[in-house]
């Protein structure tokens, strides 16, 4: 009887620990996006993102020698600059669908943003270096906010987003023509990933998100999600629809919130089969900030993200590129330690895409 229930506590931790597993750092949950970079671009506040800026998230140059960066690059904004949000809860006024055409008209402008990440990557494959992996592009998905009345028409009928039918109408008619832009642009050098829900909470969705992740899986694409944390429904990211979602932990920004919470960030992700973001911004140049982000990368190899995850990476919507550009050479360091998590990732993520399944007789 003994033997019986030991074997049965035997199984059973056996299972918890395989259930307890992160979004891997390379599968096709992300489209085999291992590392994520959130490029916040759009509003009239935010960079132009031409190819001189945008260069320093796609690869680094060291000793003659290019390494590649991040694999993925999601577009995301959360307000247009003007007085106007694309998520509850950051301006009075919401964006309607004059603004949403606009955001799209901002990914695909011109030597910028989504054309200026296809340009890096032509002009070094014509030099005849090559990422092992095509890069993936993710766009923001806009809310359409519940109760909003003066989004606009579509078909010549004025839509009410207190009406469920209208809010996915609004999001299918940007879904569409995001892949219209997409096809017209010609990036020859990108994949289009699919779409980012850009409220970071499951508020006044528990019904759309379904719809909304049905209607993306139809084109071939991925819903991808970065909830802050313990927001309404972070851990039920799977059963609305979501292909991926990364918890952010929100240790870095004040100094009065304990290490622990990255520990408790990684154990709940962990338990979720989500991934994790690493956060930090313009402040990392300050020591203290810098032994914050140092408390991420412990925390994360402590806890086997490094190793195991996906991971979106906030910095603040130009950081990365300050410090990469910086002069400073505590600044420079910084820059180059990030990028070296980075390319090490990369190389793991290289070599399980290189795993093929063995086969069966």
Known sequence: MRKTISLIAIICCVYIVRAQQYLPLSSP???????????YQGGVHRPDWNPEQIAHYVYRKERGKVDFLFDGFLFIEFKDGKGKDYSIGYEKEHTGKKEWAWLLDRNFE??????????????????GIRPTQRRKVVLTLPEPIFGQQDWGELNGRKLSFTN????????????????????????????????????EQNSDGQHLIPRIAAYI?????????????KAEGHGDWQK????????????????????????????FAKAHGMGMEMEFDSRVEQTNFEKRLQAYIDAFEKHGVLQHAAMAYYEG?????????????????IYKKVCDLI??????????????????K
């Open 29 to 39: 949950k992300t489209d085999y996006i291992t590392d994520l970079a959130l490029i």
């Open 110 to 127: 011109k030597q910028k943003a989504v054309p200026a990440l296809n340009e890096v990557l032509k002009d070094l494959s014509k030099q």
């Open 164 to 199: 469920e039918d209208d809010r996915f109408d609004a999001c299918k008619w940007y879904i569409d023509t995001a892949l219209a832009y997409w096809k017209k642009s010609q990036l020859d050098q990108l994949d289009f990933a699919g779409f980012y829900w850009v409220a």
């Open 217 to 229: 899986k139809q084109k071939g694409l991925k819903f991808y999600w970065i909830p802050y944390w």
């Open 240 to 267: 609305v629809g979501f292909d991926a979602a990364y918890q952010q932990p929100n240790h870095f920004f004040e100094e009065n919130i304990p290490d622990s919470r990255l520990d408790e960030a990684c154990d």
């Open 317 to 333: 919507g130009d950081a990365m590129m300050k410090l990469a550009a910086s002069a400073d050479p505590k600044n420079r360091a």
């Open 343 to 360: 390319v090490e990732r990369q190389k793991k993520a290289d070599e399980i895409r290189k795993v093929k399944p063995r086969k069966t």
